[in-house]
């Protein structure tokens, strides 16, 4: 299953199915029970052409086209790129489902958060596997204390963190920025000390346990 929709957009639902079931040489009715919890969510539209359905609904498409002749191994690439929050919790609920049917799912992503609900996941980049184990082993390997800061002026602070001689690296993560220590201790007090100083206010530090992205970054600096 690619990542760019590749149904074809001038026929409707059913009848993309219908020709996708045809092309491997079975029928919508004989593999229905494998699809059915996903395409039941599009089935109400199935006369809707495939070039008028939202983006969730067209994933939903391409994987029972994917599906309907029983696969042993399904590979999806980048399969909810451009799907909005919702779309993107129930397609891998979906994807959990058929996991747990005996179906052996390759999924490329660019969400971590993502990653953490694979058995295995590899780290990859420019072509080369940085690593390839559990999420929670890798994350549990990370070797380095981790914490969490932000102030009222986050594009800033990104700055003055990176002219700090103690601190090593600086990633923003949503509201609040990932930093390590070359030291791999950090005093809180004297950081805000140096902080205020430098104007910022509502400053936040915790310590806080990596997560896959912090893995991913961490390995692309080494």
Known sequence: MPQRFSLYQDLSVIENLEFFAQVFGTTVEENYDLIKDIYSQIEPFKNRLAGKLSGGMKQKLALSCALIHSPEVLILDEPTTGVDAVSRKEFWEMLIRLKDKGITILVSTPYMDEANLCDRVALIQNGHIMRIDK????????????????????????????????????????????????????????????????????????????????????LMNK
């Open 135 to 218: 999420p929670d082993k890798i994350t549990n390997d990370f070797g380095r204390k981790l914490w969490q800061i932000k102030t009222e002026n986050i594009y800033q602070l990104i700055n003055d963190l990176r002219q700090i001689d103690f601190i090593d690296t600086v990633y923003p993560f949503g509201e609040y920025l990932h930093i390590t220590s070359k030291i791999n201790q950090l005093d809180f007090q004297n950081l805000e000390s140096i902080l205020r100083s430098r104007n910022h206010v509502s400053i936040e530090i915790a310590e806080i346990n990596a997560n896959i992205e912090d893995c991913f970054m961490e």
